[in-house]
C-alpha cells in the first residue's frame, strides 16, 4: 500500500495526506528507510543514512499534527542532502579524506530552511570529491551499468530509485541538471543568488549554485519556494521576494517565443538525444510555440574557456592552506588538479571574469529576442563507468548566472532518459516553471526507473 501511495501521490499531495491524518510521516519515513536498505547495495547512492533521527522527527511531526498545531509545507517528506551541505551533528565528509572526519555544529541555511517545513533529512547522499572530481561508484537506476551523473550523483539516484522523496544538489558547471537528467527527474538551478548557498562547502563562490531534485515539476515549485529567498550569510543572495509555488496554468504556447540555438547545443550529441529534444520542440510548436532560431554571441567560446579558469582559480583559493597541510589525503587526481589549478596568474583569473560580464550582457540581449531557450540537458544519456558525464550543455548557464530547468523528453534507444533544458532570463523561474509544466503534460513521461520503488 505506501509503495503505491509514493507513486500515486506527488510531495504536495503526500503533506495533505499527512495533514489529514490519513497517513503518518512515521510510516513514510519507515518506508522511504526501507526502499535504502533494498536499493543502496545495488547503487551506492549514501553516504550517511540517520534513520534514528529521521524517525524521532517523524515523530515530533506526527505529534504537532495530533495536538493540532500548524505543519510545515514540506510535513513528514523525507529527502536526502548532496554532503556538501553542513548538517549540525551528522557528519559532512564532501567524499574526501580530507574532512572525512568534519561534524558542523550548524545547518546550511538549506537544511534549516526545509526543516523548518518539517522535512525529515534522512542522510547525506554521495559527491565526487569536493563535488570537483570527474569520477564516481554510485550507479543509475535506469541501468546500473551506467553512471547516475555528477558530483551530485548520489542525489539524482535516491530520487529515481525511491529511496528519497527529493534530494539536494549542486552546480557550479552541471553538476545539478546533468544528474537530474542521466536519471529521468526535475530540476532548476535558480538564477544565481536566489537560492542560500550558505553552509555548503564551495568549489567556487561566484559559480556555486545549490537545487533540488524532484519527480515533477510542481514538486520543483515547492521546494524552489521554500528554499528561495534573501540570507545574508551569502554575499550574493538577492534581496527579492522568494519564487511562487503557484504555477501558472498555460492552455497552450500562443505568444512564447522559443529559441533553438544554430549551433553548439546540437553538434557532437548522441542521436537520440537531438532526436528527443527536437521532438520536443516540434510538439511545442504544434501547441502555438514560435520556434526562433538563434545565434549564440561572438563571446560564448570565450566565456566556456573563462568557466574553466575561474572554477579552478577559486578552487585553488578555497583549497590553499588545506593543500599544503594535508596533500596526501586528498585523491591523486585532485592533488594534480589543484596542483595545476595554483599556477594559474591572477591576472589570467581577473580577464576570465571580465569576459564574464561581458558575456552576461550579450545573454541578456539574446533574451531581448525570446522568452525562452530549448537544448538537451546533456550531450548523451547516462554514461557507462564512472565518468559524470559531459557538462558543455550546462556550463554557459551556470557561468551566466540564468535559470536552466531540466525536464524528461523521453527515452533513448538505450532505454535511459534524455532531458530537455528550458533556459530563460535572469529571474524568470516562474515563466520556467510554466513552460516545464505544460511540457511535462505533454510529453507524458511517465516512466519509472527499473530500481524505482
Not at 49 to 78: F, S
Not at 290 to 298: K, R
Amino acid at each position: 500500500m505506501m509503495g503505491q501511495l509514493m507513486k500515486d501521490y506527488d510531495i504536495p499531495g503526500l503533506v495533505q495526506l499527512v495533514k489529514s491524518k490519513q497517513i503518518s510521516p512515521v510510516e513514510i519515513t519507515k518506508h522511504f528507510l526501507e526502499k535504502i536498505e533494498e536499493h543502496e547495495p545495488s547503487l551506492q547512492a549514501w553516504v550517511t543514512v540517520t534513520g534514528t533521527e529521521a524517525l524521532q522527527k517523524a515523530e515530533l511531526v506526527e505529534k504537532k499534527i495530533m495536538m493540532g498545531e500548524k505543519v510545515g509545507l514540506l510535513a513528514g517528506i523525507p529527502f536526502a542532502a548532496k554532503d556538501v551541505f553542513c548538517t549540525a551533528g551528522i557528519k559532512t565528509t564532501a567524499g574526501s579524506k580530507v574532512v572525512e572526519d568534519y561534524v558542523p555544529d550548524f545547518n546550511a541555511t538549506s537544511i534549516s530552511l526545509l526543516e523548518q517545513e518539517d522535512a525529515i533529512l534522512l542522510g547525506k547522499s554521495t559527491t565526487t570529491e569536493f563535488a570537483y572530481a570527474i569520477t564516481m561508484k554510485t550507479r543509475n537506476p535506469w541501468n546500473i551499468n551506467h553512471t547516475s551523473g555528477g558530483s551530485s550523483s548520489g542525489s539524482s539516484a535516491a530520487v529515481a530509485s525511491g529511496m528519497s522523496a527529493f534530494a539536494l544538489g549542486t552546480q557550479t558547471g552541471g553538476s545539478l541538471i546533468r544528474p537530474t537528467a542521466f536519471c529521468g527527474l526535475v530540476s532548476m538551478k535558480a538564477t544565481l543568488g536566489r537560492l542560500s548557498r550558505a553552509g555548503v562547502l564551495p568549489v567556487s563562490w561566484t559559480l556555486d549554485h545549490i537545487g533540488a531534485m524532484t519527480r515533477t515539476v510542481k514538486e520543483q515549485a515547492l521546494l524552489l519556494h521554500v528554499l528561495s529567498g534573501y540570507d545574508e550569510q551569502d554575499r550574493i543572495s538577492l534581496d527579492i521576494p522568494k519564487i511562487d509555488h503557484q504555477i501558472t496554468e498555460l492552455k497552450d504556447l500562443s505568444g512564447i517565443k522559443i529559441g533553438v540555438p544554430t549551433r553548439y547545443f546540437f553538434d557532437d550529441i548522441e542521436e537520440d538525444v537531438g532526436l528527443s529534444v527536437k521532438a520536443g520542440i516540434q510538439a511545442l510548436s504544434e501547441r502555438g510555440a514560435q520556434i526562433i532560431e538563434i545565434d549564440l554571441p561572438e563571446i560564448f567560446e570565450a566565456a566556456i574557456a573563462a568557466h574553466s579558469i575561474i572554477i579552478h582559480s577559486e578552487a585553488a583559493s578555497h583549497h590553499e592552506e588545506t593543500f599544503n597541510e594535508v596533500y596526501q589525503k586528498y585523491s591523486p587526481y585532485l592533488q594534480e588538479r589543484l596542483a595545476v589549478a595554483r599556477i594559474i596568474p591572477t591576472t589570467t583569473y581577473l580577464k576570465a571574469q571580465e569576459i564574464r560580464t561581458l558575456y552576461i550582457q550579450a545573454i541578456h540581449e539574446l533574451f531581448e529576442q525570446v522568452h525562452v531557450m530549448i537544448v538537451p540537458s546533456a550531450p548523451t544519456t547516462a554514461p557507462k563507468g564512472e565518468g559524470t558525464g559531459d557538462s558543455r550543455f550546462n556550463s554557459p548557464f551556470t557561468m551566466a548566472g540564468v535559470p536552466a530547468l531540466t525536464v524528461p523528453c523521453g527515452l533513448a534507444g538505450n532505454g535511459l532518459p534524455v532531458g530537455m533544458q528550458i533556459v530563460g532570463r535572469a529571474l524568470s523561474e516562474e515563466l520556467l516553471l510554466s513552460i516545464g509544466a505544460y511540457c511535462e503534460a505533454t510529453f507524458n513521461f511517465n516512466k519509472e526507473a527499473v530500481l524505482y520503488g
